[in-house]
Nanobody
Framework: QVQLVESGGGLVQAGGSLRLSCAASGFIFSIYSMGWYRQAPGKQRELVAIFTSGGTTNYAGSVKGRFAISRDNAKNTVYLQMNSLKPEDTAVYYC?????????WGQGTQVTVSS
C-alpha cells in the first residue's frame, strides 16, 4: 500500500524557516520523481519544487533562492527546506510521487506564515 506522510508544517513568522518532510512507503522510491505542491485557499494547486529520479531539481519562480528540495533515497524521504518565508507562502503543502502513469499524493501539511 502506497503511503506518503508529510510532516513539519506549522505557524511561523515572516522571515522564518520550516523544514517539511515526506516519508514514502509502498513503492520503489528511488525511481520516482518527488515533488512538493501547495494550495492556498481559493487558488489552484501549484508546483513548488520537484526532484526527479535522475537528480534534476526545478523550482517555481516565486520560491527560487528561498526553498530547497532534497531527497534521501536510503530513507525514502523527500524534504523541503523553506527559508525567508512570506505570508504568501501560506498554503497546504502536498508531497507527490510520480512515474508515468502512476502518481501518488500525500494528505498535506498546513504552513501558515504570519506577517
Amino acid at each position: 500500500q502506497v503511503q506518503l506522510v508529510e510532516s513539519g508544517g506549522g505557524l511561523v513568522q515572516a522571515g522564518g524557516s520550516l523544514r517539511l518532510s515526506c516519508a514514502a512507503s509502498g513503492f520503489i522510491f528511488s525511481i520516482y520523481s518527488m515533488g512538493w505542491y501547495r494550495q492556498a485557499p481559493g487558488k489552484q494547486r501549484e508546483l513548488v519544487a520537484i526532484f526527479t529520479s535522475g537528480g534534476t531539481t526545478n523550482y517555481a519562480g516565486s520560491v527560487k533562492g528561498r526553498f530547497a528540495i532534497s531527497r534521501d533515497n536510503a530513507k525514502n524521504t523527500v524534504y523541503l527546506q523553506m527559508n525567508s518565508l512570506k505570508p504568501e507562502d501560506t498554503a497546504v503543502y502536498y508531497c507527490k510521487a510520480s512515474r508515468a502513469p502512476d502518481a501518488y499524493w500525500g494528505q498535506g501539511t498546513q504552513v501558515t506564515v504570519s506577517s
